[in-house]
């Protein structure tokens, strides 16, 4: 039974992580109408940058405060030296762009740190374990993440839903030229998304360092779930992503235990049998 | 659809008539070279279907090559059918009915979506074959030989000869081009591109889309699933890297590299960008660095491909001439 528990809390945490990388790609889907196939490239930086600073500075929550302003910069710069000149243009050349970037920012990664896998140390303060019954025991710090990303999610939606920048934001994914008659600067206001949408990303490879070891190609996975998760809940729902993400992180973890041989297709046949029911995901707009 | 003018068919005559005769001076190593990039031109050509013509961006049409190339690996190493009669129908077929199941699920969506959802669905079928001792793991298969054709035990080509299997894969080149030709000329390609061009228009008409767009995903399988085969005969390998998705973007590329909604246009991309990486991989080991960034320029600064730098340029010099439309 506790064997039971720990998956399912396996399964949440999981979710809850997908959920901050796949929040960062729907939002910047939803927003700016742009597909960026290298948000997980973002999640790997953050998860490189966090290793080799906390190998530095001996502290991985020092290391997060370091590399977050990095990885939103990286955002900005690739924003305004490229994706700009594509909001215009077909989803094609969005793809293709951002598959370039994926080549350059992993071949980066080996020039910079190469090949090895490596791993992180979680906070002394939170590196014990909570007994949960006479022989299992569960880490603190993955409960550590779930309540980072519970925190996140909640911060996001306030932002959006609840502040005068995120109703300037939203007014201006459905009326561009609106918002700019009004005196926005509709161009940095999307520049600031691309790079809240990266840093997103950035993050959960920061936090997830400690649990998922930090290695070549690591980007590319989350990548694929996460878009699993945002065609499950609905491109561009905040929402959606969330149940998504629950529905991939849970079915993940178990269909790993139950069905080892199948673990890799058990994500997509979930996503398969939902998209068969509702085409346009669980919170999508009617196609 | 595509008339082409009396200067493209000589081009295009021309072109075949070079490659036909380039084994003739051409050394080992760029006979082999050239039988792999006119592989990937067929390969690119059978998504430029979809891309090109249809307006479907498939991020998943890996799966279909990759599908092709264990078609061959298990019939020949599982069940030890070495017949080409045998093993090239059967890699058309399985990679047919697996464009089938994934062109039914993804053609109800549009857009993003249909982008998102052909991806996960190919990486689905990657993991089927990377997950799975049998089929050998992310290691891949050796194939244990090539595909043999033999009536009455008289060989009647020997794919082992690098020279007949190029002009095996220059024969299969050349057919795809002119079965697309066909195919785009007659009504039912003149359909395909009006869906592109405006599908509610096309709906409105009484045409039955779904059926056309499906119809399209599966021909383009198929032909990529020939690749496929093609492919793991020339390599004698199968890998799940064939199903990835890296090879599902490179290929799509080499489509728009090369210049989209035309035949010829993946041509000329396979013949670029494989030439080009080799040249890169000459320079530095670090050549995916260079290919990342040549392929982010692309993206930005040659939205027609090559084949469309002679409209381009007529376009800039009307400009310059002041008698242009912009």
């Known amino acids: 039974m506790s064997y039971f528990l720990i998956q399912t809390l396996n399964g949440v945490q999981y979710g809850f992580l997908l959920f ?20 997980g490239a973002f999640y790997m930086v953050g998860a490189y940058l966090a290793w080799w600073l906390a190998e530095r500075t001996g502290s991985l929550f020092l290391a997060v405060v370091l590399a977050l302003p990095v990885t939103v910069l990286l955002g900005l710069l690739i924003e305004r030296l490229g994706i700009r000149h594509l909001y215009e243009r077909d989803h094609l050349y969005q793809v293709l762009f951002t598959y370039g970037l994926i080549l350059v920012l992993n071949e980066a990664q080996r020039v910079l740190f190469g090949n090895d896998v490596h791993s992180v140390a979680p906070p002394q303060w939170l590196a014990g374990t909570i007994r949960l019954s006479e022989a299992q025991t569960y880490p603190v710090y993955r409960l550590f993440i779930s309540v980072a990303c519970v925190a996140v999610g909640a911060a996001l939606y306030l932002l959006i839903q609840r502040t005068r920048l995120g109703m300037v934001i939203r007014a201006g994914s459905t009326h561009r030229e609106m918002v700019a008659a009004l005196g926005f600067d509709i161009a940095r206001l999307f520049m600031a998304v691309f790079g809240l949408g990266a840093a997103l990303a950035a993050f959960a490879g920061m936090i997830a360092a400690p649990v998922s070891t930090v290695y070549p190609g690591m980007g590319d996975n989350i990548l694929i779930l996460s878009f699993v998760v945002v065609v499950i809940g609905g491109i561009g729902s905040i929402k959606g992503a969330f149940a998504g993400a629950m529905l991939v992180g849970v079915a993940d973890t178990f269909g790993r235990v139950l069905l080892p041989a199948g673990a890799g297709v058990t994500v997509y046949a979930v996503m398969a049998l939902v998209l068969l029911w509702r085409p346009q995901g669980l919170f999508g707009r009617t196609l | 659809m595509p008339r082409y003018s009396r200067a493209s068919l000589a081009l295009i005559a021309g072109g075949v008539l070079l490659l036909a005769l380039f084994p003739l001076w051409g050394d080992t190593f760029y006979i082999r070279f050239f039988s792999r990039i006119m592989i990937y031109a067929l390969f690119a050509m059978s998504l430029d279907l979809l891309v090109g013509y249809t307006g479907l961006v498939s991020l998943g049409h890996a799966a279909f090559f990759g599908v092709g190339a264990y078609a061959v690996a298990g019939l020949i190493n599982k069940a030890g059918v070495t017949e080409l009669w045998v093993v090239l129908p059967a890699a058309l077929v399985s990679a047919a009915a697996l464009a089938a199941v994934i062109g039914w699920i993804s053609i109800r969506t549009a857009g993003v979506y249909f982008i998102m959802i052909t991806l996960a ?8 074959f990377n ?49 697309l030709s066909v195919l785009l000329r007659s009504p039912f390609g003149h359909a ?32 990529a699933g020939l690749a496929g085969f093609l492919e793991a005969t020339r390599s004698t390998f199968a890998t799940p890297a064939y199903l990835g998705w890296h090879e599902s973007g490179h290929v799509l590329m080499i489509v ?52 469309g730098l002679p409209r381009r340029i007529a376009a800039l010099t009307a400009v310059r001439r002041g008698n242009g439309d912009g």
Not at chain 2, 194 to 218: C, H, P, S, W
């Open chain 1, 20 to 39: 901050l990388v796949a929040s960062g790609l729907t939002l910047i889907f939803g927003i700016m109408g742009v597909i960026n196939l290298a948000h």
């Open chain 2, 192 to 223: 395909l591109v009006g869906i592109r061009a405006n599908e509610g228009r096309m709906r409105a008409l009484g045409y039955d889309v779904q059926t056309y767009k499906l119809i399209a995903f599966v021909v383009a399988g198929t032909l």
């Open chain 2, 131 to 179: 997950d799975q001792l049998y089929w050998g793991g992310t290691d891949g298969m050796n194939i244990a030989q090539r595909p043999t054709l033999a009536v009455g035990g008289i060989a009647l080509v020997d794919l082992n000869n690098r020279v007949q299997f190029y002009y095996a894969v220059l024969g299969c080149l050349v057919g795809a081009f002119a079965l």
């Open chain 2, 121 to 128: 669905l190919a990486q689905m079928a990657y993991y089927f």
């Open chain 2, 256 to 307: 728009i590299l090369g210049g989209m909604g035309t035949l010829f246009g993946p041509v000329i991309g396979a013949f670029v960008l494989l030439l080009m990486e080799d040249f890169f991989a000459t320079l530095t080991d670090r050549w995916l660095l260079i290919e990342g960034l040549f392929v982010m320029a692309v993206a930005l600064l040659m939205p027609q491909g090559i084949a």
